[in-house]
């Protein structure tokens, strides 16, 4: 019988099941997953309980992603130029759970973030992290809600 493994980021706790017997399929299968999963993560980082943008992603190259899910249970937007400044932010809640996020712009300025649906400017709260003083940013967010960050 085949038994599931318990890490987070495996093909089984997403619900596909590739049987062992597969051979090369399933070490393709495998490879595709984890090589997506190591893309995701160039672009968007959310595993220490904030966003972070792009952080692997190399100075000089431009990119995008649409709808990466993130923990929280939110689906990001954004893009990249090649001289490593972002645009483009959006956030759509799908829990209504706060978002808590690294300034991903180049200056210090408190974010602007605003509902979409609504037009109303959302309030952002700074948060310092204690052990090294690093500024985040909080907003509080509605279920189904998309949010522009600029």
Request: overall charge negative; glycine content about 8%; some cysteine.
């Amino acid at each position: 019988e085949h038994q599931p493994s318990q890490h987070p980021y495996t093909l089984e706790s997403a619900g596909i099941h590739v049987p062992t017997h597969a051979g090369p399929l399933s070490m393709v299968v495998r490879w595709c997953a984890g090589a997506t999963q190591a893309l995701n993560e160039l672009l968007l980082q959310s595993f220490e309980g904030f966003l972070r943008f792009f952080p692997g992603w190399p100075l000089g190259e431009s990119a995008s992603f649409t709808a990466l899910r993130t923990v929280g249970a939110h689906l990001v937007n954004a893009s990249v130029d090649a001289t490593g400044a972002v645009h483009d932010v959006a956030i759509t809640s799908t829990a209504g759970a706060p978002v808590l996020l690294l300034n991903p712009f180049a200056r210090a300025s408190p974010l602007t973030v605003v509902d979409i649906g609504t037009g109303r400017t959302v309030a952002v709260n700074a948060v310092t992290v204690p052990h090294n003083g690093s500024v985040l940013w909080t907003f509080n967010t509605t279920t189904g809600s998309s949010y522009s960050v600029a």
